[in-house]
Each structure stands twice: as structure tokens, then as C-alpha cells.
């Protein structure tokens, strides 16, 4: 049932402001998102409709939503910075979904909010774009994520390096609480006000911390594992957040704030595309370091809850943050030990997907396409539509790939069927292996016809497409030929 509800404003003052979408000339919708717009119960009059456009340009609100916009703070590339905030998000309402559970909608680039700086509230098309295809595509792959529900052209022009084609997205999230949430409650607020934020965040994250010995302390462990899961999610699909501030971390475990994200071509461990990220620190293989990192900053933020004495609540929670690596790694291991076709891991296996991974590195092999590939490669080592033939040099491969059949033999010996085990793991090993995940020189290409053509055939082909990224797709599954590689994105200010 169709039941807006405004729980975060029953939070202290001090953690939004009220605010109202600032008018735009003259709205049209790019996208609508129907399936998501049915799971949440929304009346078929704010689909797209007058009134869903009036509603998603921020141009005419309905009464059942209260806008706001929630403070937060955060360390941005490393550096405290003291005051962010939602500068040009606002939350709108929060819906109940067929299934009972709350979720946020936001509109992001409705215009200035009391935490605006000096940005200007608004949002280019092209990071809409963008985060609508990532989002939903990062769903669709079974990755916790924001979701888009409308994106709509505002009709007027913003300023960035030059002027472009303005627009605003519709988001949908378990909650946008950040790490930077907790961050701002500890550095503004007091005692009572931030054990409001944590009873908030428990109740609607995780209700069984509530019962718990000490909430605070079951509170981050449990945001923990989560992020732990949430990483080694992005590091099996190769995927690069980009800018992983405390401010973009969710509470919920969800990835949120996509700016300059892109998935990698060619595996390389040290891959960096953002542009802003000069020094590395959100590459690719940092990200499970950098999860850590950041969550020690929400350990800190909830040291006063945790225990009065805070050198005991300092050793409380460095012995949960401690838990970090193995949950992470756990999660890794079973990912990548899927991909290669294990039903089972154990801590050996680690060394054979490092061997792969290094195997990848070294020959410069595209990391989507070959997982995909070595599917087939399960039963065959030299099967036609395996990896075989992407290696210019095969013998590291073949080397490789003889110790992972020895490694497949042995647990089809400690199972009983084996006659029927091959089949099933080509298609165990599919059904996690995406065909396809949207390329950055795709998804560049998407945005280039939609800003320069006002075309947005691509943009629509792709939104329908993305639903099924395990099924084969000739369309979106080719590599990006040398010429049309992008090695950098932009963030989405
Ligand atoms: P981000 O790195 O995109 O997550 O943004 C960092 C902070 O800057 C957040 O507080 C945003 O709300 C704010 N911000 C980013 N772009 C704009 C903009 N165009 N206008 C106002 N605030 C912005
Ligand atoms: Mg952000």
C-alpha cells in the first residue's frame, strides 16, 4: 500500500533543514522506472504523468511529501571536511514497498539547500545519465544499490567547464545515511542527539542490534560486515567507486553517490579513473582498505555510545574494526571462487585466483570478458569459446589453467554425481559472470549522443538492456577497441 512516512524529521533539528525545490522552465521526462514504481506502491498518477513530471522536476510537490535536506559532514580524499551536507539532494518523503520495508526518494539537482557552499543545487545530464544506466545496471548484477526511479531534463542550462543540458534524477535508497552522518553528530551535536542518530539507523538498518549487549558496538559491527560484503561485491565485477569519502559510504551497505565510477576493461589492480583522484587513493585495489578506513571513522563517531571510559570503547572498537579483513576476505574468497566454477573454498584457493588475477595483469586481459569466457573453458581447457584464444602467449594460461583443473577435479571427487557436475558449472559460473557491465566508453558514448544530438536512443537501449546482464548480449559485450579505451571520468558537480 502506498504509504509515505517522515521519520527523519522526527530526528533532532540539527540534522536537516527544510527546504524547497527550487522551479525549473520547462521539465520532460528522460526515464521512468515502472517496475520500481510499482514495487513502491506509487499511485499510477505520479508515473509519467503531468503530475509524475511536476513531481520530479520539484516543479509542483504533492502534499504527502515534506522536503528536506539532512546535514552531514566528512573526509573528503583523506581531509575533514567540517560541513557538507545534502547540497543539492532532497529528500522528499520515504515510501513503504509492497513488502513493508522503507526506502528514501530523493531528488538530486532540484536546486540550492542550506548546504549548497557554493555549488549551485544542480545536476548536468550527463552524471544523471550516468548514475541512472550504473544504478540500475549495479542492481541488476545483484549489488546493493541505490536505485533510479525518473530522470527528467530541467529545460535549463548549468555551468561546469561549459554549459550543458541540466537535469535531475529521482533516487531511491534503503536510507542515505552516511558515515558522515555520524560524523556531524559527533562533532555538533550532543550526547542525546547522537544516540537519537544511532536508535534511527538501528531501527531501520538493523533492528536485531537493538536487543544486543551494547547497540553501539553490534551497530558498527554490524554496518561492517555489510561494507565488507558491499567491496568484495564491487571487487568481483571490477568495479571502481571512485570516490569513496566518508560522506559517500551508506550506513545501509548500499553504493551510493556515483560520481566518476567506472568499471575496469583490462584487469589491472592500480586502476584509477577519477579525474580528481590525483594520488590513488580510491584505486581499485585500495577499496577494501579504504572501506576499513572509513569505517574507523564511524567507530570514532560512535565511541561516547560505545562505553563512558573511551580508552575502553577505543579497545571495543578497534577489536570489531579487527574483524574487518577476515569478513572481507570471506566474502572475496566465495565470489572469486564462484567465478572460477567452486562451489567450496578453502584459504588455498586464495592463492589460485591471485595467480589468476597476476595472470591477467600480466597479459593485459580484459576481466569481464574473461570470466565470462572461462565458463566454457571448465570442461575444455582449450574449448572454442573459452579464454584460450585472448592469450598471446598461452603458456602462463595453460599453466594456470591446469592446476584449476586439478583444483575442479578434486571437488567433483568429493562430490557424488559427477557426471552431471560439468554442465551445472559452466552454468553456475555464467550465472555469475556477467555477459556484459556498462563500459565507460559506452556509457560516454550514451551521454555524448544525448548532450550533442539530443538522441537518446542508445541511453534507452542500454536501460532496457541492463536488466539482463548474464544473459549473452552482442550488442554491449565487445571490449572497447584501443582508439575508444577512456582511462579517465569526471565527477558529477
Ligand atoms: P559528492 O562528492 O558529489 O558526493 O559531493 C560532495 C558534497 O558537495 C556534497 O555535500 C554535495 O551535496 C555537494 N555538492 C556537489 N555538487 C554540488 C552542486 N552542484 N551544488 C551544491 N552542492 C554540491
Ligand atoms: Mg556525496
Known amino acids: 500500500m502506498f504509504a509515505p512516512v517522515h521519520s527523519f524529521r522526527q530526528l533532532p533539528a540539527t540534522f536537516f533543514s527544510d527546504v524547497m525545490p527550487t522551479a525549473v522552465a520547462s521539465p520532460s521526462f528522460i526515464a521512468f522506472n515502472q517496475p520500481l514504481a510499482e514495487q513502491l506502491a506509487l499511485p499510477t498518477q505520479y508515473w509519467q504523468t503531468d503530475q509524475g513530471l511536476a513531481l520530479y522536476s520539484g516543479l509542483q510537490l ?5 522536503p528536506l535536506a539532512a546535514a552531514y559532514t566528512g573526509h573528503q580524499f583523506g581531509s ?3 560541513r557538507l551536507g545534502d547540497g543539492r539532494a532532497i529528500l522528499l518523503t520515504e515510501l513503504t514497498d509492497i513488502t513493508g520495508k522503507i526506502f528514501d526518494l530523493q531528488l538530486k539537482g532540484a536546486g540550492p539547500t542550506p548546504y549548497s557552499r557554493r555549488g549551485d543545487g544542480r545536476a548536468a545530464l550527463g552524471p544523471v545519465l550516468r548514475e541512472y544506466l550504473v544504478s540500475e545496471a549495479m542492481h541488476a548484477l545483484g549489488v546493493p544499490t541505490t536505485r533510479a526511479l525518473a530522470a527528467v531534463m530541467t529545460g535549463e542550462p548549468v555551468y561546469r567547464q561549459r554549459q550543458l543540458p541540466g537535469a535531475i534524477i529521482t533516487r531511491v535508497a534503503d536510507s542515505f545515511l552516511r558515515i558522515g552522518s555520524f560524523q556531524y553528530a559527533a562533532m555538533y551535536a550532543n550526547h542525546d542527539e547522537l544516540q537519537a542518530l544511532l536508535d534511527f539507523a538501528i531501527n531501520r538498518h538493523y533492528p536485531e542490534c537493538a536487543d544486543a549487549e551494547n547497540p553501539a558496538l553490534a551497530f558498527l ?10 567491496i568484495a561485491k564491487w571487487m568481483s565485477l571490477g568495479f571502481i567507486h571512485g ?18 565510477c567506472a568499471f575496469m ?10 579525474s580528481i583522484d590525483t594520488g590513488g587513493r580510491y584505486a581499485y585495489q585500495q577499496q577494501p582498505q579504504i572501506g576499513q578506513w572509513n569505517l574507523a571513522r564511524l567507530a570514532e563517531s560512535l565511541l561516547p555510545l560505545i562505553a563512558e571510559d573511551e580508552t575502553q570503547a577505543v579497545a571495543m572498537a578497534t577489536e570489531v574494526l579487527n574483524g574487518f579483513g577476515p569478513s572481507y576476505y570471506q566474502h572475496w574468497r566465495e565470489l572469486f571462487g564462484a567465478k ?5 573454498t578453502t584459504n ?11 595472470l591477467l595483469q600480466h597479459a593485459e586481459i580484459d576481466f569481464t570478458i574473461f570470466f565470462r569466457k572461462l565458463a566454457y573453458a571448465s570442461t575444455d581447457i582449450y574449448a572454442q569459446k573459452g579464454p584460450h584464444g585472448l592469450f598471446a602467449d598461452a603458456e ?9 583443473h586439478q583444483r575442479l577435479a578434486k571437488e567433483d571427487a568429493e562430490c557424488d554425481e559427477q557426471s552431471t557436475q560439468h554442465q551445472n558449472r559452466v552454468d553456475q559460473m555464467l550465472a555469475v559472470n556477467p555477459a556484459f557491465i556498462p563500459r565507460n566508453h559506452q556509457i560516454e558514448q550514451i551521454i555524448e549522443e544525448a548532450i550533442e544530438r539530443n538522441d537518446f536512443t542508445l541511453f534507452e537501449k542500454f536501460r532496457q538492456d541492463l536488466t539482463t546482464p548474464y544473459q549473452d548480449n552482442e550488442f554491449w559485450m565487445a571490449a572497447p577497441a584501443p582508439s575508444t579505451a577512456l582511462y579517465q571520468t569526471f565527477c558529477g558537480t
Open 62 to 66: 504533492p502534499d504527502w511529501t515534506k
Open 80 to 82: 575533514l571536511a567540517p
Open 243 to 260: 570516490v569513496m569519502n566518508t560522506d559517500n559510504m551508506a550506513i545501509s551497505g548500499e553504493t551510493i553517490d556515483y560520481g566518476p
Open 340 to 344: 572460477v566454477g567452486l562451489r567450496q
Open 265 to 274: 576493461d583490462k584487469y589491472r589492480a592500480d586502476t584509477v579513473f577519477s
Open 348 to 358: 588455498d584457493d586464495q592463492s589460485l585466483i591471485q595467480a589468476l588475477l597476476q
Open 221 to 230: 559491527a554490524a554496518v561492517q560486515q555489510r561494507q565488507a560484503k558491499l
Open 396 to 404: 602462463s594460461w595453460l599453466t594456470w589453467a591446469e592446476q584449476w
